[in-house]
């Protein structure tokens, strides 16, 4: 939905028919449609804006602000995130659902809207059919609060004895319908982990 000004309303869900209150047995539980992910955005974005901001109104999963730092005849466009960022890893940011063999409100692995504090820099080129583009970031980190506790990205995002900064890098390629991503991202913590 246009708004005036150049601002941007836009919204997103996802459904899932499943099966739940599974208890084992072959025939238990139901059919029912379930619904994981609501989002609503309010924008201004695009080439032609200098300062932009994108925003996520109903969980505040992410709020950034986004400055132009290419002319618009550059070949290369560069901006600058910054705020509570979407942590570019993988395919989408909005939807960690599926990864190591759990999916939904099952996921234990990332978190279900992966952003944070910190900011980076975007670089994208464009030239006929192919496309390219490469984010590098600095987030706020994870840490660990005893030695001997595994990892927990959907909890564990704060820093107990001081900041923890975490780097990162996502690269895309992609040419029609198909997009190859790689992403790195790199979190020191206590205990020489």
């Not at 704060?158 to 890098?169: E, H, I, L, S, T």
Request: with cysteine.
């Amino acid at each position: 939905l246009a708004l005036p000004g150049g601002i941007r309303l836009g919204g997103m869900f996802d459904a899932a028919y499943e099966r739940a209150g599974r208890s084992g047995e072959i025939d238990s539980g139901y059919n029912s449609f379930r619904s994981y992910h609501h989002f609503l955005f309010l924008s201004r974005q695009g080439d032609d804006v200098p300062v932009g901001f994108n925003a996520e109104l109903l969980g505040l999963y992410f709020y950034e602000l986004t400055a132009r730092l290419s002319d618009k005849g550059w070949p290369v466009r560069v901006a600058a995130p910054a705020g509570k960022i979407l942590v570019p890893f993988g395919p989408d940011p909005l939807f960690h659902k599926n990864y190591g063999g759990l999916s939904g409100a099952d996921q234990r692995t990332l978190p279900v809207i992966w952003s944070a504090i910190g900011g980076g820099v975007r670089f994208a080129l464009s030239s006929g059919k192919l496309s390219a583009s490469d984010e590098i970031y600095c987030v706020q980190g994870y840490d660990l609060p005893a030695r001997d506790q595994t990892l927990d990205l959907q909890r564990d995002l704060v820093a107990y004895d001081g900041a923890r900064v975490a780097a990162g890098n996502r690269l895309a390629l992609s040419s029609g319908p198909f997009t190859l991503w790689y992403s790195l991202y790199w979190n020191p913590m206590r205990f020489g982990r």
